[in-house]
């Protein structure tokens, strides 16, 4: 056993039966690479990483390459979920080498920390133009003691990168807001749904986006590409048709073959996503996709007396890809009856989902439509979508026999906040009071073991970042617009003033991501990776705040923040998803004062706006009605909830064309 046996990680406790002298991230092993004069490896991973299972089974177990591992380098294992902050700086290291990014990460170090050559998986051996992992090592050692200056050299100007590059400030027109579609459109699939080519995204940000803006203008074809995105993700491989919730991304343009791993933050984000477009589409799909995400992060990524878990990995054995998720003929006979059988192969089972390493082995996803099927077998359509559904059911139960890939159970804060969060959005639309009771449980749990006073840890033992500050913020936030409770709104209060203190940029303004430097660098980024980034997610929150507590320093750094970000963000297109909503929050939310019972008709409506609109709540006295807000005006209160739906909708438009001056 190696010292990673003593670390909280579990992904770091997996590597501590490999015979690699590994450290965990930590001032010693930097400094026994000064005093022995030797590179450093640091190999970045996580536990839902396939590639990383892949190269440790290779190459990590590997007798010559830990020989090399041991006499040339000190060696460094890292949870990338565990350290964001240092992972991302190391990513955006390798990337200017032109190495790309991903996981594994695997980087080399001088012995204070800067990187001087990295990639990320490396074969074995040599292999189809691409060196393997033992000719890395060697060349690596050789270039480190033959050319010590040089690499050094190298190493600096790589990390010189990290720098924040001075961002000038933009005015902000209501008009960014169309451009902004126009951009995310262009990298719209209309094929496939989706944007871009494989691999794909989901891009939860632009999607949200496009929902909300045609919630707005009624464009049919913004109506038409979020659509055929969220059919054609909801039909795929990439959702897990049997569990519900969905796969990291896909591997090909049209969803179908995944990769496997099932991570918290995207399924926060696609469950907004989907709730959000079934209150504006009012397709039952998108309902019930959304209680699919639930069921599952309810089942398997969350602990029973409270809090989410990290994520769910992609395979079982590196060997078998998928293996847990998939599917063989045999398979489907042995668990079906005849006319199940015959309904399911064609609903799911087709050659497109094949696997590549065993095309026997099939990703479901959905091939042919229960309309289709029924007029091919010449059945009525109740009947096989009865069948189907009885079907399903059984596969499910099958698939729950097999050995079930590793859950990560680490509870992080920015995680918990951003699912916590998205429970309280899906209460607001889909009234199922369980979603409450579960995420206030979440919450309480995740406020008693992460917080101390304005003090925030990222989990047990590690500092928090910037998500960590804004996302369990926001999650209070939506507590107190849900149940009404003046401590959630104090405490949201409390922490979003904190990181105010810790991570603002006072002088140009933005968030940093971390509260000092880290490898010689504050970080701030406003993309979306592919989860919205911690800026939106702190602009959104500040303009809810700035009314819900009256306090205007909120709103102008919100303003700030827009503005230093809204010339670059004009070129990310689908990358700043997440800013554009919080720009569209900037001119089009709407301030509800409540001034109802928060258990009541009146307020239940007021939370159900927040599927097509954007908007802040704050509770006064019980006087039975509602007054709306936007952008400084005031409008008549309104007594009945079906009249505040129609007035929202015309205050959108109205609040557009006021403010399509300068912001």
Request: aromatic share 10%; hydrophobic share 40%.
């Amino acid at each position: 056993m190696n010292r990673l046996a003593r670390e909280k990680s579990a992904y770091l406790r997996h590597a501590a039966h490999q015979k690699i002298d590994w450290y965990p991230w930590s001032g010693v092993a930097f400094e026994r690479a000064r005093r022995e004069d030797k590179p450093v490896f640091l190999s970045s991973g996580a536990s839902w990483c396939h590639w990383c299972h892949v190269m440790a089974e290779e190459s990590f177990n590997d007798e010559e390459s830990v020989k090399l591992l041991n006499e040339f380098f000190i060696n460094i294992k890292l949870d990338r979920d565990e350290r964001p902050d240092i992972d991302r700086r190391y990513q955006q290291a390798v990337s200017a080498m032109g190495a790309g990014g991903g996981w594994p990460l695997s980087v080399f170090l001088t012995p204070d920390g800067k990187a001087f050559y990295g990639g990320t998986y490396f074969p074995p051996e040599d292999r189809q133009g691409r060196p393997g992992f033992k000719s890395v090592l060697k060349a690596v050692s050789n270039f480190y003691k033959t050319r010590r200056a040089d690499a050094a050299g190298y190493a600096q100007q790589i990390m010189d990168t990290l720098k924040s590059d001075t961002l000038r400030a933009g005015d902000l027109h209501v008009s960014l807001l169309d451009d902004a579609v126009v951009g995310i459109l262009s990298q719209f699939d209309p094929g496939h749904g989706g944007f871009g080519t494989m691999p794909k995204f989901p891009m939860p940000g632009s999607i949200e986006y496009l929902v909300r803006r045609f919630a707005s203008n009624k464009n049919s074809f913004t109506g038409f590409a979020v659509r055929a995105t969220l059919d054609a993700m909801a039909r795929g491989g990439i959702h897990d048709q049997l569990g519900g919730g969905f796969h990291r991304y896909s591997t090909d343009e049209a969803w179908i073959v995944p990769h496997f791993e099932k991570m918290a933050d995207d399924n926060a984000w696609l469950l907004r996503d989907y709730v959000h477009a079934y209150s504006v589409f009012g397709d039952a799909r998108y309902r019930d996709v959304a209680r699919g995400i639930i069921r599952f992060t309810q089942d398997v990524l969350s602990d029973p007396a409270g809090g989410f878990y990290a994520s769910q990995d992609a395979d079982v054995t590196p060997g078998d890809e998928g293996g847990y998720f998939t599917w063989t003929d045999d398979d489907f006979k042995r668990s079906l009856e005849g006319e199940e059988y015959e309904a399911l192969s064609l609903h799911l089972l087709h050659e497109r989902g094949s696997m590549r390493h065993d095309p026997s082995k099939k990703v479901l996803f959905i091939a042919m439509e229960p309309p289709e099927i029924a007029e091919k077998l010449g059945r009525p359509l109740d009947d096989v979508m009865k069948t189907i559904q009885r079907g399903k059911e059984k596969l499910f139960e099958m698939r729950k026999r097999r050995a079930a890939p590793f859950i990560d159970t680490t509870l992080y804060t920015s995680l918990n906040g951003m699912l916590i969060t998205s429970y309280l959005q899906a209460y607001a639309v889909l009234g199922d009071a369980g979603l409450t009771d579960f995420a206030v449980k979440s919450l309480e749990r995740v406020l008693k073991e992460r917080v101390g006073g304005t003090t925030l840890l990222h989990s047990e033992g590690v500092i928090a970042t910037l998500d960590d500050y804004v996302n369990l913020a926001d999650a209070l936030a939506a507590a107190y617009e849900v149940t009404g409770e003046r401590r959630y709104l104090a405490h949201a209060d409390r922490l979003m003033e904190a990181c105010m203190e810790k991570f603002f940029d006072k002088n140009e303004g933005g968030f940093f991501d971390t509260e000092t430097e880290l490898l010689g660098a504050r970080l701030k980024r406003i993309e979306d990776i592919p989860h919205p980034s911690g800026n939106s997610v702190a602009i959104m929150l500040m303009l809810k705040l700035s009314f819900m507590t009256g306090n205007q320093s909120y709103y102008r750094a919100a303003e700030k923040t827009l503005k230093i970000f809204s010339r670059s963000t004009q070129e990310m297109s689908i990358h700043a998803g997440s800013y554009f909503c919080a720009l569209d929050a900037y001119f089009h939310m709407l301030q509800l004062t409540v001034e109802a019972s928060p258990s009541g008709k009146l307020a239940e409506a007021a939370r159900s706006l927040s599927g097509p609109s954007y908007t802040s709540i704050l509770y006064g006295a019980d006087r039975g009605r509602v007054i709306p807000c936007a952008k400084g005006a005031c409008y008549e209160p309104v007594s009945v909830p079906e009249d505040l739906k129609a007035l929202a909708a015309q205050l959108y438009h109205a609040v557009g064309e006021k403010h399509s001056q300068t912001g």
